[in-house]
């Protein structure tokens, strides 16, 4: 099975950026694809976006799109986040596999087996 790391969260502010990371060990996963998600307190765990490693595609939830780019380096897949709000607070966590990357993929959070023990962002206004 393979591990996920998460690093990069921390305390923003409202309209600055960051990038976390997500290291994958273990069984090559490029036949698969590889999400974020997040969770706020009280709230479901959220799809935000996926990267489909065969073909290079991405998937973006509405909540993100422009803002959020997910890309990939290797074994590293990176989570960019511009223009953060608040409402962005929440643990995030990577998770993989996945033999699609769209938005039923993102929704369906069982079908992920792999996940992070996730990173904090603190967005403050």
């Known amino acids: 099975q393979v591990k996920l790391v998460e690093s990069g969260g921390g305390l923003v502010q409202s309209g600055e950026s960051l990038t976390l990371s997500c290291i994958a060990s273990?069984?090559?996963?490029?036949?698969?694809?590889i999400g974020w998600f997040r969770q706020a307190p009280g709230k479901e765990r959220e799809g935000l976006s996926c990267?489909?490693?065969?073909?290079?595609g991405a998937f973006y939830a509405d909540s993100v799109k422009g803002r959020f780019t997910i890309s990939r380096e290797k074994n590293m897949v990176y989570l960019q986040m511009t223009s953060l709000k608040p409402e962005d607070t929440a643990v995030y966590y990577c998770?993989?596999?996945?033999?699609?990357?769209?938005?039923?993929?993102?929704?369906?959070?069982?079908?992920?087996?792999?996940w992070g023990q996730g990173t904090q962002v603190t967005v403050s206004s």
């Open positions: 273990g069984p090559p996963q490029h036949l698969y694809a």
């Open positions: 998770a993989t596999p996945h033999p699609f990357c769209d938005a039923t993929a993102v929704s369906k959070r069982g079908d992920w087996d792999s």
């Open positions: 990267r489909d490693l065969r073909a290079g």
